[in-house]
């Protein structure tokens, strides 16, 4: 994105991937948008709700389009920079109802993963913190396009994780959590104010919006 057309703060979507309303991704979702809306950037904080859609069915997309749910989260995505997903572990991989909604979107064209940068973060009761299915989230959202930042925050043992005011019970665990937003914000800075990656290098066969795929510029 040309420095010109968008001078202003950082814009990230948050999200946490639960259904449930007091779900421990839901607080890590609030917690990292705190630490971002600290740095200045402008932060878009939602929920699985807003993006209510049924099952992927391509007779109903035939027949209705895309459901509202998934041109809400569209729409959601072209307005930020950088997005942050805090996804529970469902059997060591992604929650259903998220792969479901990346399924939806990934058929708008031009797709709106592509180019974006995505932080991935997880929380769990068990004793790896859900990162096994943080590792299976990467794939789709790779192979989509977007630019999933290296490191990765897994909270384990999250239901005595958190403090009464939100932040992490572990000052060490805070102190690495604030260090990886921090250090994610700024790639996404550096990229959007002076492109410092190149365009193009997925390889999302499905979209034909642009000119043919570029060499990365990390090989």
């Known amino acids: 994105m040309p420095t010109d057309s968008h001078p202003g703060p950082l814009r ?8 449930r309303a007091e779900s421990s991704n839901g607080r890590l979702a609030a917690l990292v948008a705190r630490l971002i809306g600290d740095t200045g950037a402008t932060v878009d904080l939602a ?3 807003d993006f209510d ?3 992927y069915d391509g007779d109903l997309e035939a027949e209705a389009g895309l459901p509202v749910g998934a041109l809400a989260l569209r729409d959601r995505l072209e307005r930020c920079d950088a997005f942050v997903i805090s ?8 929650p259903g109802v998220l792969k479901n909604a990346i399924d939806w979107v990934s058929r708008v064209q031009p797709q709106p993963f592509k180019t974006k940068h995505a932080l991935l973060v997880s929380a769990s009761p068990s004793l790896v913190g859900g990162n096994r299915g943080l590792w299976a989230l990467r794939v789709p959202l790779e192979h989509l396009g977007t630019r999933v930042y290296p490191d ?3 909270l384990a043992s999250a239901h005595q994780g958190f403090s009464a005011d939100g932040q992490l019970t572990d000052p060490g665990l805070q102190q690495r959590l604030t260090e990886t937003v921090s250090a994610f914000l700024s790639l996404v800075e550096a990229d ?3 492109v410092c990656l190149e365009r193009r290098w997925y390889e999302f066969l499905g979209d034909r919006t642009e000119a043919p795929v570029t060499q990365r510029a990390e090989d």
């Open 53 to 55: 859609m049924p099952l």
């Open 12 to 19: 990230v979507l948050v999200f946490g991937a639960a259904m």
């Open 87 to 94: 996804s529970p572990e469902y059997n060591a991989s992604v």
């Open 47 to 49: 929920t699985m709700h």
């Open 152 to 154: 990765m925050f897994s």
């Open 192 to 194: 959007v104010r002076y």
